[in-house]
């Protein structure tokens, strides 16, 4: 039960561009998405990272390779932490989606949406957060672990610590790049940041106290 870290991949070039890029081979970041990425190493300076978890897919693995160079590590790939299949969806303009019939019920009732001839999001729900717990078995309580993945992918994971029904993840913001921590116990999860994308983030080192699974009455003291 440990401390984990969900990023997101820095910008891509199919995210300048307007274009939802889904699985799509070679997409990489665009020079903005550069710029955040190299940015991570001081961003997370403070902070032990005891694995990195990485989907799949290009820009994923762009977007941690200075960090886990410069710590040493070597990152993970986890397929279940890939992006949703969009299937027909895929490498499509996102101005030309939102035109279509699904678009609502993305919007609306994101638990009912199946993408034709891809996956639904109740899916990718399951499959993220089972894998994400998987992990977090594997680590110790005072151990912080970062996941670099996707926006829904995030979005759902974040609900589910929330203990909000997948209907309400549209509510959730994640920018690029952006940093979002859970904090696992044994009775429940702690959303410690969402769409953190600001510097300094040593803060969320885990505290040590007698029981960490007790939420403060009154609100943390924000203390260390």
Same mark, same amino acid.
């Given at each position: ?16 561009s ?6 799509s ?42 960090l ?60 993220? %957060?089972? @894998?994400?717990?998987a992990?977090?078995?594997?680590? #110790?309580? *005072?151990? +912080?672990?970062?996941?670099? =993945?996707? &926006? ?16 309400a ?10 940093v ?12 410690v ?7 300094? %983030?040593? @803060? ?7 029981? #960490?699974? *007790?939420? +403060?009455?009154?609100?943390? =003291?924000? &203390?260390?």
């Amino acid at each position: 039960m440990a401390t984990l870290i969900l990023l997101r991949h820095a910008r891509s070039a199919a995210n300048g561009s307007g274009i939802l890029a889904g699985r799509s081979a070679g997409v990489g970041l665009d020079e903005t998405g550069a710029g955040q990425a190299a940015g991570l190493v001081g961003r997370l300076a403070g902070v032990p990272l005891r694995e990195v978890v990485v989907s799949p897919l290009q820009r994923c693995q762009e977007t941690v390779a200075g960090l886990v160079a410069q710590r040493e590590l070597s990152p993970v790939v986890e397929p279940d932490l890939v992006e949703v299949d969009y299937g027909q969806w895929t490498g499509r303009k996102i101005s030309e989606l939102t035109e279509e019939p699904l678009w609502r019920v993305v919007q609306q009732h994101p638990s009912a949406a199946v993408f034709p001839d891809g996956e639904g999001l109740a899916q990718v729900q399951a499959r993220a %957060v089972a @894998a994400v717990r998987a992990w977090d078995r594997r680590l #110790a309580d *005072d151990e +912080v672990w970062l996941a670099c =993945t996707h &926006g829904d992918v995030i979005k759902a994971v974040l609900a589910d610590a929330l203990g909000m029904h997948l209907d309400a993840f549209q509510r959730i913001v994640v920018d690029p790049c952006s940093v979002s921590v859970v904090r696992y116990t044994r009775t429940r999860p702690f959303v410690v940041k969402v769409n953190d994308t600001g510097g300094d %983030v040593s @803060a969320l080192v885990p505290p040590k106290s007698a029981d #960490a699974s *007790d939420a +403060v009455v009154g609100g943390s =003291t924000g &203390g260390a």
